[in-house]
């Protein structure tokens, strides 16, 4: 896996690719990631949770001359459920990287004019990853049961009760129709629930929930499609009650639905 010697300095300590979780003793969950070392060569580290938040999926452009471009373009998926897993990943990240092989983190195709093959760790940070805090939430067991209650109806009003803790400091009615999906969406909590029992088995998957996703994606071509480092700019469409929502955080009330 070694690559010439002048290619080494601007590569070396790169992220070729974040391939997965790893569980430190005393410590729980730690990504994965392989990295340019030294000799050019890849090689494993530990990368902590919090900094999963806006990590991108992998470096683009590592080798020099570039073997393909990198393009920023928008897409838009009317139903999230329903991207098609790629059965054959290694497919795709050798053009990140020459040898590169990944069998724990999924990737997703969104079929467009040009597709869109996304890894699941952006589609995790696009739906659940509002704050770094939420990482450390989101693989714990059990969590939503502890942050966030399931709603109930009190004066004709669906009402759901946050924690502060998962529901950041920066809030916001963006942010509560969001606590309030995860709240009353099934679908929204399965998602949620198989980050953690994926990340058991060190790998970086979901269940994607039906929703809607526009975004703009940044990565490197492949064939006639791209596949994404990064997601900018997202636009979630969240199914809920068509009635009034409410979150209660601390005390504070805001409507959601």
Same mark, same amino acid.
């Given at each position: 896996?070694? /690559?010439?010697?002048?290619?080494?300095?601007?590569?070396?300590?790169?992220?070729?690719?974040?391939?997965?979780?790893?569980?430190?003793?005393?410590?729980g969950f730690a990504g994965r990631a392989?990295?340019?070392?030294?000799?050019?060569?890849?090689?494993?580290?530990?990368?902590?949770?919090?900094?999963?938040?806006?990590?991108?999926?992998?470096?683009?452009?590592?080798?020099?001359?570039?073997?393909?471009?990198?393009?920023? /373009?928008?897409?838009?998926?009317?139903?999230?459920?329903?991207?098609?897993?790629?059965?054959?990943?290694?497919?795709?990240?050798?053009?990140?990287?020459?040898?590169?092989?990944?069998?724990?983190?999924? /990737?997703?195709?969104i079929r467009g004019r040009v597709d869109?093959?996304?890894?699941?760790?952006?589609?995790?940070?696009?739906?659940?990853?509002?704050?770094?805090?939420?990482?450390?939430?989101?693989?714990?067991? %059990?969590?939503?049961?502890?942050?966030?209650?399931?709603p109930y109806q009190e004066d004709g009003?669906?009402?759901?009760?946050?924690?502060?803790?998962?529901?950041?400091?920066?809030?916001?009615?963006?942010?509560?129709?969001?606590?309030?999906?995860?709240?009353?969406?099934?679908?929204?909590?399965?998602?949620?629930?198989?980050?953690?029992?994926?990340?058991?088995?060190?790998?970086?998957?979901?269940?994607?929930?039906?929703?809607?996703?526009?975004?703009?994606?940044?990565?490197?071509?492949?064939?006639?499609?791209?596949?994404?480092?990064?997601?900018?700019?997202?636009?979630?469409?969240?199914?809920?009650? %068509?009635?009034?929502?409410?979150?209660?955080?601390?005390?504070?009330?805001?409507?959601?639905?």
């Amino acid at each position: 896996m070694a /690559i010439p010697g002048q290619h080494r300095r601007r590569s070396e300590g790169a992220v070729a690719w974040v391939d997965g979780w790893t569980r430190i003793p005393g410590e729980g969950f730690a990504g994965r990631a392989l990295r340019i070392g030294r000799t050019g060569k890849l090689e494993e580290a530990c990368l902590p949770i919090g900094k999963l938040r806006e990590l991108r999926a992998f470096e683009p452009g590592l080798i020099e001359p570039p073997r393909v471009e990198t393009r920023n /373009i928008p897409f838009r998926c009317a139903d999230l459920s329903q991207a098609e897993p790629v059965m054959e990943p290694d497919a795709l990240t050798r053009h990140v990287y020459p040898g590169l092989r990944s069998s724990r983190h999924a /990737i997703y195709v969104i079929r467009g004019r040009v597709d869109v093959y996304v890894p699941a760790l952006l589609l995790v940070q696009a739906l659940f990853l509002w704050s770094k805090e939420v990482m450390a939430i989101l693989l714990q067991p %059990q969590a939503l049961e502890l942050y966030l209650r399931q709603p109930y109806q009190e004066d004709g009003v669906l009402r759901c009760a946050a924690d502060p803790a998962i529901a950041g400091y920066a809030q916001s009615e963006v942010l509560c129709r969001r606590l309030a999906w995860l709240s009353c969406n099934a679908a929204a909590r399965r998602g949620w629930g198989s980050v953690y029992s994926n990340a058991l088995n060190g790998r970086i998957d979901l269940d994607l929930p039906p929703v809607g996703l526009a975004a703009w994606a940044w990565g490197q071509t492949v064939g006639n499609g791209l596949l994404a480092c990064e997601l900018m700019g997202v636009e979630l469409q969240l199914p809920l009650p %068509q009635r009034r929502i409410e979150v209660v955080v601390a005390g504070r009330t805001w409507v959601a639905g």
